[in-house]
């Protein structure tokens, strides 16, 4: 498709308002587990509010190569939405799901408590602090802030409180939903947030809001210790429809906005109303945060060094008391499994990471 071609779809689907009007297409998220878990259902949590890993996991759900791949092990996927990482790990502990995607708080509480097998980056992007009118971030003093407990946000919030010497018990923190984190702030119930993208640009553009503190963040993909234990190679499958998707994504502005119409169908029964954001506004945020993973979505080796991003996030928890004093960092190493994805992607021909089938589109 043409350039000009793809700029008139974008401005179409715009002007007629696709996020107030798409059917429920495709495949559906299921709602979270409960009761009796199937051996025969592999069960994924994941976070549709979260850029670009929503997206990604979006078009995962469509991928009819993983869906044959796995009818061939007498296996099927589902994937079940939550707000947060936080709440993933808590269906993962119970045995209710099998792996999930998680920011890098949820992720390193999830290794500590359950041992979780971490095998590729799902997310490598920004979080943001937001508040209505410019100010310091030493302003927060005294100030509320929403946030959502346990995730990547969360971290992001206290690491840049303790930069500008505050700490927790300085300012008033209130845990929410992110999904109401901007109209709260506009309300002024809050007088500041933390969030991971694009709930940050979503309250910029609809309220103004300003963002004035970004902060660097990862996303893993992870499963439960006894499903990795009994079936690595169902979680090489699942690595290579992630790498296919990002794949596929970065191909065209056309792939991305298909995706797009999936996502909403997914969010608007989840939240309740459709995304906010205007299809320009997310192409621009999604052509950033994916071109970020999609150039290497396995674990960087570095950040597997102590000194590294992970171990300078476990001696920060660890200094706030979000994890034991006493933790050694093997412990939280050896739930890091970069080798995985690295498999997957020298490989590209036998994962079929460059072969497209995604709800009847062609081969």
């Not at 996991?57 to 707000?83: C, N, S, W, Y």
């Not at 169902?234 to 065209?252: G, H, P, T, V, Y």
């Not at 050896?334 to 690295?342: D, I, K, L, V």
Request: aromatic share 10%; glycine share 6%.
């Amino acid at each position: 498709m043409s350039k000009y071609r793809i700029n008139f779809l974008v401005t179409l689907l715009w002007v007629l308002g696709l996020f107030s009007s798409v059917p429920n297409v495709g495949h559906t998220q299921e709602a979270s587990p409960s009761g009796s878990k199937s051996e025969t259902i592999v069960d994924i949590g994941v976070q549709p509010l979260w850029f670009p890993s929503g997206i990604i996991t979006e078009v995962m759900q469509h991928d009819a190569i993983l869906e044959a791949q796995l009818q061939q092990l007498g296996k099927k996927i589902r994937f079940h939405p939550f707000f947060k990482g936080a709440d993933v790990n808590i269906q993962i502990h119970h045995g209710n799901l099998d792996g999930g995607i998680g920011g890098d708080m949820p992720a390193i509480t999830a290794c500590v408590a359950d041992q979780v097998h971490i095998v590729s980056l799902a997310n490598h992007y920004f979080t943001a602090i937001v508040v209505p009118k410019p100010m310091l971030l030493s302003e927060l003093r005294r100030q509320r802030i929403g946030y959502a407990f346990g995730s990547n946000a969360h971290y992001a919030l206290l690491n840049a409180l303790r930069a500008n010497n505050l700490t927790e018990s300085d300012v008033i923190l209130v845990p929410m939903e992110i999904n109401a984190m901007p109209q709260a702030l506009e309300q002024g119930t809050i007088d500041a947030f933390s969030a991971w993208e694009p709930t940050p640009t979503m309250a910029a553009y609809l309220y103004g809001h300003h963002i004035i503190h970004k902060f660097l963040s990862s996303g893993y993909l992870y499963f439960s210790h006894p499903f990795a234990e009994r079936h690595p190679e169902i979680i090489d499958l699942i690595i290579a429809a992630e790498f296919r998707a990002l794949n596929w994504l970065i191909s065209s502005d056309k792939n991305f906005i298909r995706a797009l119409f999936w996502s909403n169908a997914t969010i608007r029964p989840f939240q309740g109303y459709d995304f906010a954001l205007p299809i320009k506004e997310s192409l621009r945020l999604g052509h950033s945060s994916i071109r970020y993973l999609q150039a290497m979505p396995v674990i960087p080796e570095d950040d597997l060094l102590e000194s590294e991003h992970v171990g300078q996030a476990v001696h920060f928890l660890k200094h706030i008391g979000k994890l034991p004093s006493d933790l050694p960092w093997k412990r939280v190493a050896a739930c890091f499994h970069r080798e995985n994805g690295t498999k997957i992607l020298s490989a590209p021909t036998q994962y079929r990471l460059d072969t497209f089938d995604y709800a009847g589109t062609p081969p």
